[in-house]
């Protein structure tokens, strides 16, 4: 006898749900050769009932503007959420927990933001509570880190999380673009929000790195303690000062472990073109890992969009179709210790700083002085001729902490050296 259909309720039908349809329609014969049964979709949440849709609903399955039918329906194996927000997701899932429920989700910011209680209910049924297609898209950095690199000290995190802003970047770096006019072709071609607040402020790739740390380290740094800093009015002047260095500007997430302290941030940061994350172009994601017995790994492919996101969300699916054992958090503990976090302040790294000061004698000592007072030498200077703001003095340092940094920058406002704010990146 077949075994019985996994049933699912499904809760969005935009973008990556409607690709999560496609998926299991074109794959059906390969998804029951694989795991035996059939999967099937039987409920969808939508705001609206009567609106049309660019997918045809699945054979079988009802629309339905009442969460509570999905939670509730006895019927129903497993809830995929890919509605996004956070209060009204979290209602859901907790009721479909209760209920007995399994549950995938896409949902970052929730479990980012929320997630803990969650995965401490899931933990008390015996529930799996699914997230792969909330960081990176198609990459399987979720399943990587709890299962093939278990047995690893993972000793560093290092991605490119957003697809939206390495589009917007690339775009400034390989087409010559402003902010604005990249941002507005990202949102024309379906890379930006209309309000692409969370991705151009880097909220979006902070939410994924408080997944990553908690898979990678079993602890937990609160996403309100992140650093965070985005790309939004980027200018292109320092895209292309990096260039001269040979160094590409992506918007990067970071976690390392330092002297038993983690450090952690999300920053536009400066990579040298010969490393692949520089080369990671368009709205592609990438993440390398470097664990004490593996090396370095390098995963990198599509971060967004219907199909790949779906991809992840149907490998969570079938994991559960299998009956494999939750696995939620990748530790024993649910419930991770917060991180002994290593204060932004004394994070180390060499930085490239543009500068723009009057066109007078002396003022390149004067900038190197208010360096050297914080114990920040300089290894490479560039001076260009002089523009309506001054002129853009640009150089990069040795290593030095973040504090240092700020109190040089200090230094030189309150000298009158500065015409316009500095700009500083970490390089890495």
């Known amino acids: ?33 694989r795991i035996g049964r059939d999967i099937e979709v039987r409920k969808v949440l939508v705001r609206d009932v009567h609106k049309p849709r660019a997918v045809a609903l699945p054979e079988g399955a009802v629309l339905t503007s009442n969460p509570d039918e999905l939670a509730d329906d006895p019927d129903i194996d497993v809830l995929v959420e890919l509605m996004g927000g956070i209060d009204a997701p979290h209602a859901l899932i907790t009721r479909a927990l209760e209920r007995g429920k399994h549950v995938v989700t896409a949902n970052k910011a929730l479990l980012a933001e929320n997630g803990i209680g969650l995965f401490q209910m899931a933990a008390e049924k015996g529930l ?32 490119i999380l957003n697809g939206t802003s390495n589009y917007i970047l690339s775009a400034m770096s390989s087409e010559g673009l402003d ?94 073109h010969t490393y692949l994350l520089a080369r990671v172009g368009g709205s592609f994601n990438a993440v390398r890992v470097e664990g004490n017995a593996v090396g370095s790994l390098f995963l990198h492919g599509r971060g967004a969009g219907d199909l790949p996101t779906a991809s992840a969300v149907m490998g969570d699916l079938l994991a559960v179709a299998r009956g494999e054992r939750p696995d939620n958090t990748g530790f024993v503990a649910q419930t991770p210790e917060r991180a002994a976090i290593l204060p932004p302040e004394e994070v180390r790294s060499r930085y490239y700083v543009r500068v723009m000061v009057h066109d007078t004698p002396g003022v390149l000592r004067d900038i190197a002085a208010a360096m050297a007072d914080e114990g920040i030498s300089m290894a490479q200077v560039i001076q260009k001729t002089g523009e309506r703001e001054g002129v853009p003095l640009v150089f990069m340092t040795h290593e030095a902490s973040a504090r240092a940094m700020r109190n040089a920058l200090s230094r030189a406002v309150k000298a009158g050296l500065l015409t316009t704010p500095a700009v500083a990146y970490p390089v890495l």
């Open 1 to 33: 006898m077949p075994a019985k259909p996994l049933r699912v309720a499904l809760a969005g039908f935009g973008t990556v749900g409607g690709g999560l349809v496609r998926v299991l329609q074109e794959n059906q014969e390969l998804i029951r050769q």
């Open 128 to 159: 799996s509570l699914r997230y792969e297609a909330s960081v990176a898209g198609a990459i399987p950095i979720v399943e990587t880190l709890k299962k093939s690199l278990a047995g690893n000290r993972i000793e560093s995190l290092v991605g």
């Open 179 to 272: 902010f604005d006019t990249a941002l507005k072709q990202a949102q024309e071609l379906g890379y930006a929000e209309a309000d692409p607040t969370l991705d151009i402020d880097g909220h979006d790739a902070a939410h994924k790195l408080v997944l990553l740390i908690r898979l990678a380290y079993g602890q937990e740094y609160p996403y309100t303690a992140m650093p965070i800093r985005g790309i939004r009015g980027m200018n292109r002047m320092d895209i292309e000062f990096a260039r001269e260095f040979g160094y590409r500007i992506k918007l990067i997430a970071q976690a390392h472990v330092e002297d038993g302290r983690l450090a952690a941030r999300v920053c536009p940061t400066l990579v040298h």
